[in-house]
């Protein structure tokens, strides 16, 4: 087996093709099904050969181009740690906005982010203080584009 | 930590001030003119950007900025086919900040055709101006083998154009192959006015159903000519194209397809409140748009998006009315557009 | 003829209009540069105040901007690999690594001269056009359509070598994806079970930005990486330039580029997408190096930016001689034009004929202009890419949210952006092209569309014609070529005894 990874991910192409080939098949209407089947069909079919890839190949690392080449001494592998920090982060700040608006997010993600990483709080501060200033610059100002307010404050 | 902490809390606290500064004070306002000074109001535009609704509405805003002292923010939220834009409307706060720029067109259609994503209801909303009133008509190639309804009732196999099956085009067109008893189909699918043009000059359609100014520009070009209005009278637009009932003779159900055609489902833009604003506030709105329509600078930039002369206006109960009377025909037009999809489409 | 380019030089060169022309370009730049935003949402705004303008005024005002727009928006791509417009996706796939070489200022100069030649010059062939324009758009008809769809299509093949199976399976979802949403062939929706946030499927902006930049983002803070540039930052005026020589030393390259973006602009309703992509594919194609592709090359910076400004030459051209827009941003134009009195189409170009050549004239100039701004900006802005990633991230992570908020209004395209930004992540670790979904996913339904209809109209052999079976031609050897190129490549070694 190549990766645990790269099979995983093969895997879900299956998963995706499957669902979208039975989806497809409910849609009623020829002209609804052709396309959406015939290409789900095609990912079931890739997907399987490159799960058996995965299973039995010898390894040779293979990449696409249009993409950083791996090197075939070191298999990248994914930090789950590090990448599991990185998402919350976002999504912390996604859910953040979500609740309070742009307003208080932003600089508040940009602030806390930056102390996180160790920066000085003066310079946090400042940061987040001209990212605040930037969004409402640019948007509320400039291209009068109303910005989330956040739904404790009565958005949708 | 404990300076990390201070300045989280100096950042929150500033975050939540500030804020206060652009807010109203505590004290009721003595009346409508009073409450808009210094608000926002949020127009929601349920078209795309460039769209004639989206410009009507951008002017509206203008005066509505100079003359309420209010700021005008646009949102556009045309997803679902401008249904988001609408149910938002529907299901916004009352207070009369939050108005509604909607294609009156595809806003009665939607229910007609009992949407299950349209949660509003026509009688409920409050109204404040419908403008423009653009009847529909019949569009085929200025070169081409179909120059009259003689013509059209002596093709075979015919294909008409439309864009999705319960749009206005379609059952536009379809409500001309029902009316002129032709024998044609109507390939759905086509979803903007330029390729619909388009398809009619290379051949590809023989037609299909538009409205003059959303489609002048077509017209100019040499795409297509109108041959005939879907209603009982010429439109002021092109007073030398026939109304359909003088070419032929029409009565009956049929009579009423083309009455729906030219009272209610005409192309315009409709500007709306949620339910329930307060009663002075939509006076004092209806009071400002009668005004406006006197202006004549006013008129002449409407005229000018539109690409009408003399373009009309309904105000208030006039569109209200006209809402309600349609609510009770729904089901019987919903029955008869489905049928028509079911028999018609290619 | 000559006299009306004067009268159009005159007003296009009085004082406020070149200020108007200049304050337009900057502004627009601005909007390139931010992710998210556009003409789309500029142009609108000014659209209460054009009536007060005079006439010249006004429509400098609204030609300039959206003219510079994608400009600003290579910059974005280059430097952070976050395309500032969905025409610039492309562009990341070369000038990002660049960047990472620490070449981000070659990579700028190189796409700030391809995209301002390639919004000057097809100007001045489109005078010249204009009889041709409506016959081109004529013979495009539904089958043509789908060709030239299928066609972008098969370029997916030129993004993807090594791993077939890999390509192909991310092109697919990129078809699949494609589909969701409302059908409006037949009325139903299909994958977005009633909801009405997937009614019109997934929105181009929010998947953009996943794929290319939250995906990098994340990639380079799983990494630990302390800035984006990891070899020595060559930020100097005279690495500008090395990239603006790039331009002259594939100009042919460059000119083939500009002319099939410009053709592409021409036919309404193939968007920008199939013009960036047809040409990185051909660049990449005719490249003595396809292999590095992806890794670097300017090649693949100049190709695309030279496709999408001359893209938005051709549909200009289209919208002012025809009066049929050829994009989102060219309704509003038309909408600016009516609302200054002018009705574009054929009584234009000969009624208005000077203010026609001026309004030319005037996208060439604000290409120039908007050209020698990012010159000049471009050994600033590309010291962006060596600031600590600390710092970019949180940049980027803001100006995409707010992005994406400008352009969709739902804040559940941040569920859209996160999901897309791991796939990205995950592809571009396991080695599948996001490239080739993102292509599927812009051309597919609109493939559907094209081929549901012609065979609606035209029956099962739609694709019997002349322009279709040329395509299919080209289609053919576009997928043969990489074969073709390798079997004489191996008969050449064996020859030569190796």
């Known amino acids: 087996m190549r990766t645990k990874g790269g099979l995983w991910i093969a895997v879900f192409f299956l ?32 997907a399987t050969v490159e799960i058996g ?39 912390a700040f996604m ?9 208080i997010s932003v ?33 509320e100002f400039g291209l009068k584009v109303s910005l989330f307010q956040g739904i404790v404050f009565g958005a949708r | 930590m404990k300076r990390i902490l201070v300045t989280v809390a100096l950042l929150l606290v500033l975050c939540l001030v500030l804020p206060a500064f652009g807010c109203d004070s505590e004290s009721q306002p003595e009346t409508a003119a009073d409450f808009y000074k210094g608000k926002t109001i949020n127009v929601i535009v349920n078209s795309s950007a460039g769209g004639s609704t989206d410009c009507i509405a951008r002017v509206l805003g203008s005066y509505l900025e100079r003359d309420t002292g209010a700021s005008v923010v646009f949102t556009t939220r045309k997803g679902a086919g401008g249904l988001e834009g609408v149910n938002y409307v529907y299901t916004s706060e009352p207070d009369g900040l939050t108005l509604g720029a909607v294609s009156g067109l595809k806003f009665m259609l939607n229910k007609i055709m009992d949407e299950p994503a349209a949660v509003y209801e026509l009688e409920e909303f409050s109204y404040l101006t419908e403008i423009g009133a653009r009847l529909s008509h019949f569009m085929v190639a200025p070169d081409g083998p179909y120059q009259s309804v003689a013509d059209l009732q002596a093709g075979e196999d015919m294909i008409l154009g439309g864009g999705s099956p319960a749009g206005t085009v379609c059952l536009g067109s379809m409500s001309v192959i029902e009316l002129l008893d032709l024998d044609a189909q109507v390939v759905t699918g086509i979803d903007e006015e330029a390729d619909r043009a388009l398809a009619v000059k290379r051949g590809e359609i023989v037609g299909y159903t538009a409205q003059i100014a959303n489609t002048q520009t077509n017209i100019d070009s040499g795409l297509i000519e109108p041959m005939f209005v879907l209603g009982t009278e010429r439109d002021p637009l092109m007073p030398d194209v026939p ?45 400002l748009i009668a005004e406006w329509i006197q202006d004549e600078a006013f008129r002449a930039e409407i005229d000018l998006i539109s690409g009408c002369e003399e373009e009309s206006y309904n105000v208030g109960d006039a569109v209200a009315e006209k809402m309600l009377n349609l609510a009770d025909d729904l089901e019987y037009f919903k029955d008869l557009f489905l049928e028509m999809i079911e028999k018609y489409r290619l | 003829m000559l006299e009306a380019y004067a009268s159009a030089l005159e007003i296009l060169f009085q004082p406020v209009n070149l200020l108007v022309l200049l304050v337009a370009v900057i502004s627009g730049l601005i909007i390139g540069v931010i992710p998210g935003l556009s003409g789309l949402i500029a142009i609108p705004l000014l659209l209460p105040f054009i009536f007060r303008m005079p006439q010249d005024v006004a429509l400098i005002l609204v030609i300039a901007l959206p003219a510079v727009v994608v400009t600003g928006g290579s910059i974005s791509a280059i430097l952070l690999n976050v395309p500032g417009t969905g025409a610039n996706a492309a562009t990341c796939l070369d000038g990002y690594p660049m960047t990472q070489r620490g070449e981000g200022a070659r990579a700028i100069g190189a796409s700030v001269t391809s995209s301002m030649f390639g919004g000057v010059v097809p100007v001045f062939f489109a005078l010249a056009m204009v009889p041709l324009v409506m016959p ?15 066609l972008g299509i098969a370029f997916m093949g030129a993004l993807t070598t090594g791993s077939v199976t890999k390509g192909i399976l991310s092109g697919m979802l990129g078809l699949l994806l494609s589909f969701v949403g409302y059908q409006s062939i037949t009325g139903i929706h299909r994958f977005s079970y009633g909801s009405t946030f997937l009614w019109d499927g997934f929105e181009l902006i929010p998947v953009v930005m996943g794929l290319f930049g939250l995906s990098e983002m994340l990639y380079l803070a799983m990494r630990g990486r302390s800035s984006i540039v990891q070899g020595r930052l060559a930020a100097r005026f005279s690495d500008v330039l090395e990239g603006a020589k790039d331009v002259w030393w594939h100009k042919w390259l460059w000119f083939r580029s500009a002319v099939i973006g410009y053709i592409i602009g021409v036919i309404p309703g193939i968007g920008a997408e199939i013009a960036i992509w047809v040409c990185y594919g051909q660049a990449k194609q005719t490249s003595k190096y396809p292999e590095k592709f992806g890794t670097g090359v300017v090649e693949g910076v100049i190709a695309p930016e030279a496709a999408n400004n001359g893209k938005e030459a051709g549909a200009l051209l289209t919208t002012m001689a025809l009066g049929i827009p050829g994009s989102a941003v060219m309704v509003i134009l038309l909408a600016a034009f009516m609302m200054v009195g002018v009705t574009p189409g054929p009584s234009m170009m000969e009624e208005h004929l000077p203010l026609a050549l001026m309004l030319l004239l005037g996208i060439a100039l604000a290409n120039i202009v908007g050209g020698v701004i990012c010159f000049l900006a471009a050994p600033l802005l590309a010291r962006v890419a060596s600031i600590h990633l600390d710092f970019i991230f949180t940049v980027v992570m803001i100006m995409i949210l707010a992005g994406i908020i400008a352009a969709t209004v739902s804040p559940l395209n941040f569920i859209v952006v996160l999901a897309f930004g791991l796939l990205g992540l995950l592809m571009k670790i396991y080695g599948y092209s996001r490239p080739a979904l993102f292509l599927g996913f812009v051309l597919g339904a609109m493939f559907e569309s094209y081929s549901l209809l012609s065979v609606k109209i035209y029956g099962s052999f739609f694709f019997a014609r002349p322009i279709p079976l040329a395509l299919f031609a080209v289609i053919i050897i576009v997928l043969a070529l990489p074969y073709i190129r390798g079997a004489v490549s191996r008969i050449k070694r064996r020859s030569k005894g190796v």
């Open chain 1, 15 to 46: 998963i995706i093709g499957l669902y979208g080939l039975i989806q497809s098949l409910t849609f009623g209407y020829w002209e609804a099904v052709a396309l959406p089947a015939a290409v789900s069909g095609v990912m079931v079919l890739m």
């Open chain 1, 95 to 103: 859910l953040c906005i979500y609740l309070f608006g742009f307003r």
């Open chain 1, 107 to 139: 600089p508040l993600y940009a602030f806390a982010y930056l102390k996180w990483r160790g920066r000085h709080w003066l310079i946090a501060a400042v940061f987040a203080l001209v990212m605040l200033g930037f969004i409402y610059g640019a948007f």
């Open chain 2, 243 to 287: 109304a359909i009932t003088e070419i032929i003779s029409i009565a009956g159900e049929d009579l009423e397809l083309v009455e729906l055609w030219e009272d209610v489902l005409v192309s315009s833009s409709l500007f709306v409140a949620p339910p329930g604003v307060p009663e002075d506030r939509l006076a004092f709105l209806h009071g």
């Open chain 1, 53 to 91: 890839k995965e299973l039995y190949s010898s390894g040779k690392g293979e990449t696409t181009s249009g993409e950083l080449k791996l090197r075939r001494d070191k298999r990248e592998e994914i930090d789950f740690r590090r990448l599991g920090l990185v998402v919350g982060w976002v999504a």
């Open chain 3, 136 to 150: 081109l758009i004529l013979a495009f008809g539904q089958p043509e359509m789908a060709a030239l769809v299928l």
